[in-house]
């Protein structure tokens, strides 16, 4: 009964802290505002440490986020995490269940030590959780001449930029060195083709890889492209794929967000 009241404060709302008021819209069961918050929160997720976005999060609103997969690395997430943590010990008991919620063996060892160091967890039960998730992560889908990508939301941007929540175009993040966009499938899948559509006229270089450390490298483009692009290569197992710009004065990679990631039984 009051459709322009509810749009007038919405639109005042989005001028205030985004964590403050995910918080209360969770409270209130708000799902519109829920939905408003974490898409700011995603927009500016580069400034995610920052802007200490966790610092004011509930520990509702914080396992909410961590079940979003927000669109940067495990490390940033992590770090993220452990800060609020550290500010919030009167949930220790949550502890374990929001932790399961980052892919811990993404991770470097340097941040097992950071975790041990603040005493947040058990060891014993740290290692519990990363030999469940390695061995559920261990596990291998294949889709035979379909596309495992059913549309943007089942993919997380780890290095480049979007606009939630319907991206038309997945670009290079312009606040970070490196012309390069990195791609999480979310799961591991045996592929041996992807297809992109290319924004702007550029040289590139796609990689594969299962866990971001060991990357494989499956094109290499040494002539200006632009367009549709169809890259096929040696089966294998992929989770994330890095497209790269190949040559620094190229400008800002830039793809259209309908990728497609396959396994054909012709490639040709």
């Known amino acids: 009964m009051v459709d322009a009241l509810v749009q007038e404060v919405n639109r005042y709302l989005q001028s205030e802290n985004p964590s403050l008021i995910l918080n209360e819209a969770i409270a209130y ?76 063996y993404l991770l470097h060892e340097n941040h097992e030590d950071i975790l041990f160091q603040s005493r947040l967890i058990e060891p014993d039960l740290y290692y519990s959780i990363l030999e469940n998730q390695k061995e559920r992560a261990s596990e291998v889908q294949k889709a035979v001449n379909q596309n495992v990508i059913n549309g943007v939301e089942d993919l997380r941007i780890v290095d ?9 175009v997945i670009s290079a993040n312009p606040v970070r060195s490196g012309n390069r966009i990195v791609i999480d499938l979310k799961q591991q899948f045996l592929l041996n083709c992807l297809k992109l559509k290319l924004k702007n006229e550029t040289r590139y270089t796609v990689s594969v890889s299962r866990d971001m450390r060991r990357w494989e490298p499956v094109k290499c483009q040494g002539l200006m492209s632009i367009g549709q692009q169809k890259v096929v290569f040696k089966e294998q197992v992929v989770r994330f794929i890095r497209i790269e710009a190949s040559h620094f004065l190229n400008p800002r990679l830039k793809i259209h967000s309908d990728i497609e990631a396959l396994y054909l039984t012709k490639l040709k």
């Open 160 to 168: 480049g930029a979007c606009k939630v929540p319907r991206p038309q």
């Open 29 to 104: 069961g708000c799902d519109e505002i829920v939905s408003l918050s974490t898409e700011r929160i995603q927009n500016n997720v580069f400034n995610l440490i920052v802007n200490k976005v966790f610092d004011y999060l509930s520990p509702t609103a914080v396992e909410h986020l961590l079940k979003v997969r927000l669109h940067t690395e495990e490390s940033v997430i992590f770090a993220a995490l452990i800060a609020w943590m550290q500010s919030h010990l009167e949930y220790s008991f949550l502890f374990p269940k929001l932790l399961n919620l980052v892919d811990l």
